[in-house]
Structure formats: structure tokens, C-alpha cells
């Protein structure tokens, strides 16, 4: 399969997750939550438009549960470390956050669900969108029968020079 059907074919499901109806988006952040939310086929509770509006309502980001957990303290926003892990896991699902798994140790989330690539900067734990859209991988390997190739993810590291 080549980049460009992986491609296709990341975009295809991440439109067919969300349940047939684009959200109308006004440009404020509660609606919009709201929005997102009900077109994705899930219940806008008052946790998930709270933790959904410090998500979304600052443009494209890059969490961890966390960091979206102290911010959420921080906004005096009553909710569990847990609910934070669920309610991230069911964004996820639902096609609205993109994870980004780091080293096998640490997960961001990242509102930009469209095909892109990462640095992650070592020395702050900091992951940052790669802004080349042609950034091509020139070959790559057989997939085993039976598989096919879900999403490509390229985190490259980057840490100060000594």
C-alpha cells in the first residue's frame, strides 16, 4: 500500500467514525464542543464539554491526560484523573483526538486528527507538528497477510546539541 492510500485511507475512516452529520461549526468554543461531540455520536455531558471546551478551545494541541487533568484543576473543573483517561480514550474512538504514543511510556493527544507527523523535543517533553505536507516515505515494508497499514505515525526526536 503506498503512503498516499494509507493516507486515504486514515482520512476515510476518521470521516466514516463521525455518524453522517458534519458539525456546524460557529467559532465558539462551547458550541462548538457541543457539535463535535453530537455529530461524533456521543452524549455531551457536562464532563466531556468542559474537559472537550480546555481541549478545543485553544486551537491545535498536543495533551497528556495529565496535563489536560491539571488543567482541568486548575479551572476548578471537578472531574478524576480516570475520567480524564476515558473521556480522552473516547474522543479517540469517536475520530475527534489523534494519539501519539512517545517512547511506549508517554501518550499525547493531539486535536490535529489530519495526517501529519511529530518532532518530540527530548529536553522539554514537547511534541510539535512536522509542517511539511510532502514529507514522503520513499519505500516501505510487505505487510504480513491480513493486515493493512491503519495510519503512519513518524515521531522524530530531537534533543539540544552539547
Not at 15 to 35: F, I, K, M, Y
Not at 80 to 88: G, I, M, P, R
Not at 90 to 100: C, K, P
Not at 113 to 131: A, G, K, P, Q, R
Amino acid at each position: 500500500m503506498s503512503e498516499n492510500n494509507a493516507i486515504r485511507h486514515d482520512e476515510d475512516a476518521h470521516a466514516a467514525l463521525l455518524s453522517g452529520r458534519q458539525p456546524a461549526l460557529t467559532g465558539c468554543p462551547w458550541h462548538d464542543v457541543n457539535e463535535m461531540l453530537q455529530s461524533a455520536g456521543l452524549r455531551p455531558t457536562r464532563q466531556r464539554m468542559a474537559l472537550g471546551w480546555l481541549l478545543f478551545g485553544k486551537g491545535a494541541r498536543h495533551l497528556t491526560a495529565e496535563m489536560l487533568y491539571e488543567e482541568a484543576t486548575l479551572a476548578k473543573v471537578p472531574v478524576s484523573l480516570a475520567t480524564v483517561y476515558n473521556t480522552l480514550n473516547q474522543l479517540t474512538d469517536a475520530g475527534l483526538l489523534r494519539q501519539v504514543s512517545v517512547d511506549g511510556t508517554k501518550t499525547y493527544f493531539d486535536t490535529n486528527v489530519t495526517t501529519h507527523h511529530h518532532y518530540y523535543l527530548e529536553n522539554s517533553h514537547e511534541l510539535v507538528d512536522i509542517e511539511d505536507p510532502h514529507l514522503a516515505l520513499s519505500k516501505m515494508p510487505e505487510v504480513p497477510e491480513g493486515y493493512e497499514i491503519a495510519r503512519i505515525d513518524m515521531v522524530v526526536r530531537l534533543r539540544k546539541k552539547r
